[in-house]
């Protein structure tokens, strides 16, 4: 256990956590597994944390996540998964088997952004810890050499070795962007050999600064924010529940299970959850463009409700598409409307046998609506009838009877229906969609030729059903319908702070430098009354403003004398640690942070 | 006239404007090539009788690579040759440069009246995503040119611009009007001008990395780039790389901004924040592809080419989710104007 505390997972090594060197040489090896399970899975732990691991699992989700945008996922789209069953029923099958239809809840998906987050809370939190104890510390020392350091200055000036570390410390410190410490070396004598050679040096002394810990900071709070994120999201599936009910102009519905026609709910939802509200919808409207680019185009629905909520007010709200309305912390969407006309059918024997509104599901643009009405047997002895209709909100009818509809607003309503008679099923006590006609059992009313009867029916009218099986009359006023949809998820809040947070961590993280510049400065022994001068820097990650850095640092330098040599050529082309890009012949004045190229500026492109 | 036709008109003009800038920066590409080839001659012969080895004659140095190239550089792709001041601009690329503001200037005009003739922001359709998009790049690669010379970019930006603006009034166009109510909200503005602003950025630096690629891939000595001379007068690998990191890091956050934003909209609008609706699903594999893209670029052993990789991956999901999305799935971002086949 006690490798722990140097344990660092493999990739993301840091050439600041070393020792202010220049790069750390390679990741701790990945141990052979050693014998017995215990090596066993600390080999497992550190393969699964490392950087490598991370990147091979972010591109297996990626891939993992294409097949549920070509296949039709349960979820989403059911209809489409049975039929692509019924088109495909060898491969459906097997597709079926290893949850293609349903991608995201599949155990392989899962497995994948399961382990991802394992890894991730494997690799951040050792990091973490190890950010804590550098925040607490000092800047490294100043390193013996400075010829590795992609980025360097030198400089001689009249003014003595302390007010040079004096200025440049207090050019740095200036609105805190560094850390800095101050120090001084003896006298050295010369020593080593060949590339580590030291020449002999007077007393110097020393500037080590560091900024941008926040990068740091910034990448920890977001790669921790993504671990809120998916928790967050986890317990919303858990306490989540949504419902649809579809409501008819001037009725209402209540907060209840009961009263929606579908309803949803995550594991740990309990019913105690829905406030027992009510609404009631007094008006829909609708606006739909007329000019011929866009003609029928929808411009708008607004939904007029009045909302009693559980603690007794009342209140009136619109609900609109994008505009969802909260009630009792709970939100409710627009989305989808229709007309629900009202019909009354009495049988032969002039007995009501039905009365009501009927919802009619759009299936055009045009608002081409589809009905079914079931009719049971009142009278003894009669058949069930069952209807098929369509409503046409502005029909227009061709010479050959033909009927379409030309604008989706009411202007000349007609009802077109088709009848059936026969056995509706309606008393095998299966339940069933109001929204179908199961015609297996059913027989169509035809005239003498055989062809279909159509029953034409507007608003107001009452007509004759042929065979004497009864009449149908259409109300005048064709009520409007609206499909709500009611969804509570308390952790939305959280959802969005941790998605907030994640994404002002990254921008931290990617934006904020992180850089050291180390200073030398000594008597010339050669020159009395001259200073020699020399910095370095070092930055994490690409850092196209680190020369500018270095250069600004020995711009502070007071009584410089001769312009400085750009010696930095060299030492670019060692800096290859850590994605280092050579700062390589980079004059002073090219300072942003944001520079891009390599070669000198060149203004007169255009 | 009114406004939508002159928005057209001006699209059009603008297209012949960059194409125009096209060719002249092809030129100036391959006439920088030229003289590059007769410096390297030159500095060649100079090395050689220096070091009195064996310079190669003028026309396999221009065609090999860069490496041993200065004398007194160690690494393989040496600085110097790139770093040299570039030869004072000529004709060519004062052309091209000019026809790029001019076809840039032309395309923001259009897309103002675009706006002007739809009562609304003008993007919220496939044909008008191209149009701003395609601004976007032109304008992050005009950007640049304030502050650095990255003329050697300008064929491919204008280049894939023409291509995109070709592509939108050919295929995409739809005529202007207004939008459905799914679609009247403020996150119109920010969640799909985010998301085209990210596009454009992507652009380029796809860009940057493929020459990034392309340049490795000729210092290396790959034969089918043996007489791309013109690929000599493109930055050296490490400083694309640089460049393509800068320009991925800001289209990154946009990105992850674009998602958010359409979480948050589609809580509004449809009632959930996340359905893994086609479009949802390719957003998030193009956030994946370029974290994963970040993750390589740190990770040792993957830096570098593969990580340039990731860019292509990356770029050529952007581009997918902008156009097989819209035009193969049936989801609920089914708003390009066009119906899915
Ligand atoms: C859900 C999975 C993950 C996602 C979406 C993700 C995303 C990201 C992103 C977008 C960045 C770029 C920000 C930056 O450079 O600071 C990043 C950086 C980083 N990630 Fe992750 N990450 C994930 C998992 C991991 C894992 C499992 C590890 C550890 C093995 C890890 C370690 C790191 C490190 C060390 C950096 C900083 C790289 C640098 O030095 O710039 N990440 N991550």
Redesign the interface.
């Known amino acids: 256990m006690s490798e722990r505390t140097t344990y660092r997972p493999?990739?993301?090594d840091d050439a600041f956590v070393g020792d202010g060197g220049t790069r750390t040489e390679?990741?701790p090896a990945p141990n052979v597994p050693a014998l017995g399970w215990r090596g066993m899975l600390r080999w497992t732990w550190r393969q699964l944390t490392s950087?490598?691991v991370?990147?091979l699992l972010?591109?297996l989700?990626?891939v993992a996540?294409?097949p549920?945008?070509?296949l039709p996922?349960r979820?989403?789209d059911p209809a489409g998964v049975l039929e692509y069953l019924g088109n495909h029923p060898t491969s459906g099958e097997w597709l079926d088997r290893f949850g293609f239809f349903a991608?995201?809840t599949s155990p392989w998906f899962s497995a994948i952004y399961l382990l991802l987050f394992v890894s991730l809370v494997g690799c951040i939190v050792p990091r973490a810890m190890q950010h804590a104890r550098n925040l607490r510390g000092r800047p490294p020392r100043t390193p013996a050499r400075f010829a590795r350091f992609p980025a360097l200055a030198e400089g001689t000036t009249t003014a003595s070795p302390d007010d040079v570390v004096e200025a440049v410390a207090a050019h740095l410190r200036r609105r805190h962007t560094f850390r800095v410490d101050v120090a001084a070396e003896p006298a050295r004598a010369a020593r080593g050999t060949g590339e580590r050679a030291l020449p002999a040096r007077p007393a110097t002394r020393t500037v080590a600064a560091e900024r941008g810990y926040l990068r740091e900071t910034g990448n920890l709070v977001f790669h921790l924010a993504l671990v809120g994120l998916l928790v967050s999201?986890a317990l919303g599936q858990l306490l989540h529940y949504?419902g649809q009910a579809i409501v008819t102009e001037g009725r209402g519905f209540a907060n209840a299970v009961t009263d929606y026609d579908t309803f949803e709910n995550g594991a740990w939802f309990r019913p105690e959850a829905l406030r027992p509200f009510s609404l009631t919808l007094d008006a829909f409207s609708s606006h739909f463009?007329s000019?011929d680019?866009?003609f029928a185009?929808?411009?708008?629905?607004t939904a007029y409700v009045s909302v009693i909520e559980a603690s007794g007010d009342e209140s009136e709200q619109t609900i609109?598409?994008?505009?969802?309305i909260t009630v009792d912390g709970a939100?409710i969407?627009l989305?989808g409307n229709g007309f629900a006309p009202d019909l009354t059918i009495t049988d032969a024997d002039g007995q009501v046998a039905f009365a009501g509104r009927v919802p009619f599901l759009p299936e055009d643009t045009m608002y081409t609506s589809r009905g079914v009405i079931k009719v049971p047997d009142v009278s003894p002895g009669l058949e069930q009838i069952g209807m098929v209709g369509y409503f046409l909100p502005s029909a227009v009818v061709a010479e050959d009877g033909a009927a379409r509809s030309v604008f989706p607003q009411p202007d000349n309503p007609l009802m077109v229906l088709e009848l059936y008679t026969g056995d509706l099923g309606l008393d095998d006590g299966v339940p069933q969609n109001v929204y179908r006609l199961d015609t297996a059992s059913l027989d169509p009313v035809t005239d003498a030729d055989g062809e279909r009867i159509k029953v034409l029916v507007r608003p107001g009218e009452t007509v004759e059903l042929p065979d004497g099986l009864g009449t149908v009359t259409l109300g005048q006023q064709v009520p409007r319908y609206v499909a709500l949809?009611l969804?509570h998820d308390p952790s939305?809040a959280w959802?969005?702070t941790f998605?907030?947070v994640?994404?002002a961590g990254?921008?931290v993280s990617?934006?904020t430098p992180r850089r050291r510049v180390w200073l030398r400065t000594w008597q010339d022994p050669q020159e009395p009354g001259r200073t020699r001068v020399e910095l370095a820097g070092l930055a994490r990650?690409?850092d196209?403003g680190l020369q500018g850095e270095v250069d600004r640092a020995l711009a502070a330098v007071p009584g410089l004398v001769a312009p400085h040599d750009e010696t930095t050529?060299?030492a670019?082309?060692?800096a290859?640690a850590?994605?280092v890009?050579?700062a390589?012949?980079t004059p002073a004045e090219r300072a942003?942070e944001?520079?891009?190229?390599?070669?000198?500026?060149?203004?007169?492109?255009? | 006239m009114d406004a939508a036709y002159l928005s057209t008109l001006l699209v059009w003009a603008s297209l012949v404007a960059l194409t125009i800038a096209l060719v002249a920066f092809s030129i100036d590409l391959a006439r920088r090539t030229g003289e590059r080839g007769a410096d390297r001659a030159r500095e060649l012969a100079a090395a050689g009788a220096a070091a009195s080895g064996t310079a190669g004659t003028a026309t396999s140095a221009a065609g090999s690579t860069d490496a041993g190239a200065g004398p007194g550089t160690t690494q393989p792709h040496p600085v110097s040759p790139d770093g040299a001041v570039l030869p004072p601009s000529g004709r060519a690329a004062g052309i091209a440069m000019s026809t790029t503001w001019l076809g840039t200037a032309l395309l923001l005009a259009a897309i103002v009246l675009r706006g002007v003739a739809a009562g609304r922001t003008p993007w919220a359709n496939m044909y008008e995503f191209t149009l701003v998009g395609s601004f976007v790049a032109l304008a992050v690669f005009l950007g640049f040119t304030l502050r650095r010379d990255v003329r050697f970019l300008g064929a491919f930006v204008t280049g894939l611009a023409a291509i995109f603006l070709t592509l939108g009034l050919n295929v995409f166009y739809v005529a202007a009007m207004g939008v459905q109510p799914a679609l009247q909200s403020y996150w119109l503005i920010l969640h799909v001008g985010v998301a085209i602003i990210a596009t454009g950025v992507f652009t380029v630096a796809f860009v940057a990395s493929v020459l990034q690629l392309l340049r490795e891939a000729r210092d290396g000595g790959a034969q089918l780039l043996g007489t791309w001379y013109w690929l000599d007068r493109v930055p050296n690998p490490t400083s694309l790389e640089g460049l393509s990191f800068r320009l991925n890091a800001i289209g990154f956050v946009l990105w992850t901004f674009t998602i958010i934003g359409g979480a948050i909209w589609a809580e509004h609008a449809w009632g959930r924040y996340w359905g893994w609706d086609p479009k949802e699903v390719w957003s998030f594999v193009i956030w994946v592809v370029y974290a994963a893209y970040l993750h390589a670029r740190t990770t040792r052993g993957w830096s570098g080419t593969r990580a340039a990789w990731f860019v292509v991956v990356g770029y050529a999901c952007v581009l997918f989710n902008f156009t097989g999305v819209n035009l193969l799935f049936n989801g609920m971002h089914s708003y390009s104007g066009l119906t899915a086949g």
């Not at chain 1, 891009?596 to 203004?603: H, S």
């Open positions: 493999e990739g993301i390679g990741a950087m490598r991370a990147l972010l591109m989700l990626a996540a294409v549920g945008s070509i996922q979820g989403q991608v995201y999201v949504r463009a000019d680019v866009a185009q929808a411009r708008d629905f609109k598409v994008n505009h969802p939100k969407y989305m949809d969804r939305l959802v969005l998605s907030l994640a994404m990254l921008a990617l934006f990650g690409d196209a050529g060299d670019a082309a060692d290859d850590e994605g890009a050579p390589d012949t942003g944001h520079d891009t190229q390599d070669r000198p500026t060149n203004r007169e492109g255009h």
